[in-house]
């Protein structure tokens, strides 16, 4: 059987006998000396590997880090898009927690000024021709650890007066809800509902004893936004103006928290209506001694 085999010096094929096999001999196509291999024995220059330019893998190594950028890039932003409503809620309720321990401050401030005066605060003060003076969260600033502030406001002339006007540029963080779009100015967030049979009547002190359908069925005060009233301007809701929704415009209650406004009842408690509350109940929370059975709400 001929044994084939490549030449390890030219690379030239060639066949003998395989009866010389292991014997040596000239090659026949470049001379040089070589030796006949045994049958099924392969003696020749191996294939090439192949190679690769440094460029190309230059490319591929770049191809992979694009992959991994955008991979990363891809990932990070469905996850911020996951957990972006997660902190907006987180920072909606520690928003809302201190609105309603503002309100609970300013509900302490009312029952300690009853305690001192025997009835909450008027809703104003007015001067002897009738005209309105002061608001009653002017008042309440000595119960608010704000008496050297209010003790330099001259409450015989009226709140906007230049004698009072850089008592009016203070910003007061207590009368602002953070969750206000306005709340780095010295505007107010927190009103009382102005109106025959609520508590605030005008210029008329309330007690106690006038809150007939009990102190915790009856509405104290009310979160409102965008009204952009100075807290020492005596404004406030007024009830004969109101349609009774929340969250409707100027006339009433309203918030930027989701769903409704915070609110203080005359017990001292605050708690959330939500803007879907049924308008003659909202009345019925308002107003002090109509006798009506109030509900859940």
């Given at each position: 059987?001929?044994?084939s085999?490549?030449?390890?010096?030219?690379?030239?094929?060639?066949?003998v006998?395989?009866?010389?096999?292991?014997?040596?001999?000239?090659?026949?196509?470049?001379?040089?000396?070589?030796?006949?291999?045994?049958a099924?024995?392969?003696?020749?220059?191996p294939?090439?590997?192949?190679?690769?330019s440094?460029?190309?893998?230059?490319?591929?190594?770049?191809?992979?880090?694009?992959?991994?950028?955008?991979?990363?890039?891809?990932?990070?932003?469905?996850?911020?898009?996951?957990?972006?409503?997660?902190?907006?809620?987180?920072?909606?309720?520690?928003?809302?927690?201190?609105?309603?321990?503002?309100?609970?401050q300013?509900?302490l401030?009312?029952?300690?000024?009853?305690?001192?005066?025997?009835?909450?605060?008027p809703?104003?003060?007015?001067?002897?021709?009738?005209?309105?003076?002061h608001?009653?969260?002017?008042?309440?600033?000595?119960?608010?650890?704000?008496?050297?502030?209010?003790n330099?406001?001259?409450?015989?002339?009226?709140?906007?007066?230049?004698?009072?006007?850089?008592?009016?540029?203070?910003?007061?963080?207590?009368?602002?809800?953070?969750?206000?779009?306005?709340?780095?100015?010295?505007?107010?967030?927190?009103?009382?509902i102005?109106?025959?049979?609520?508590?605030?009547?005008?210029?008329?002190?309330?007690?106690?004893?006038?809150?007939?359908?009990?102190?915790?069925?009856?509405?104290?005060?009310?979160?409102?936004e965008?009204?952009?009233?100075?807290?020492?301007?005596?404004t406030?809701?007024?009830?004969?103006?109101m349609?009774m929704?929340?969250?409707?415009?100027?006339?009433?209650?309203?918030?930027?928290?989701?769903g409704?406004?915070?609110?203080?009842?005359?017990?001292?408690?605050?708690?959330?209506?939500?803007?879907?509350?049924?308008?003659?109940?909202?009345?019925?929370?308002?107003?002090?001694?109509?006798?009506?059975?109030?509900?859940?709400?």
């Amino acid at each position: 059987m001929p044994i084939s085999f490549n030449c390890p010096h030219c690379g030239i094929s060639t066949q003998v006998a395989d009866q010389y096999a292991g014997q040596s001999g000239p090659c026949k196509s470049c001379g040089n000396t070589i030796q006949i291999p045994y049958a099924g024995v392969y003696q020749g220059k191996p294939a090439a590997a192949p190679t690769r330019s440094s460029s190309s893998t230059g490319t591929i190594i770049l191809v992979v880090v694009l992959i991994a950028v955008i991979g990363t890039v891809t990932v990070g932003g469905v996850l911020v898009a996951l957990l972006l409503p997660a902190v907006q809620a987180a920072r909606e309720a520690a928003r809302r927690m201190q609105c309603s321990n503002n309100l609970k401050q300013v509900a302490l401030a009312m029952h300690n000024y009853h305690d001192t005066y025997k009835a909450f605060p008027p809703a104003y003060t007015v001067d002897v021709d009738g005209n309105k003076l002061h608001s009653w969260r002017t008042l309440l600033l000595p119960f608010l650890d704000q008496a050297p502030l209010y003790n330099q406001i001259d409450l015989d002339k009226p709140w906007d007066a230049p004698e009072n006007q850089h008592i009016a540029d203070t910003v007061i963080p207590l009368y602002t809800c953070p969750s206000s779009s306005d709340g780095t100015s010295p505007h107010t967030n927190y009103m009382v509902i102005v109106g025959q049979g609520a508590i605030f009547d005008g210029g008329t002190p309330c007690s106690f004893r006038d809150i007939l359908d009990g102190t915790s069925n009856t509405i104290l005060v009310v979160e409102v936004e965008g009204q952009q009233v100075p807290w020492m301007e005596p404004t406030d809701l007024s009830l004969d103006q109101m349609q009774m929704a929340i969250n409707a415009g100027p006339t009433e209650p309203g918030s930027n928290h989701p769903g409704g406004v915070m609110v203080s009842l005359a017990d001292g408690s605050v708690r959330f209506i939500a803007d879907s509350i049924d308008p003659n109940l909202l009345r019925n929370l308002i107003t002090r001694s109509d006798g009506q059975r109030i509900g859940d709400f």
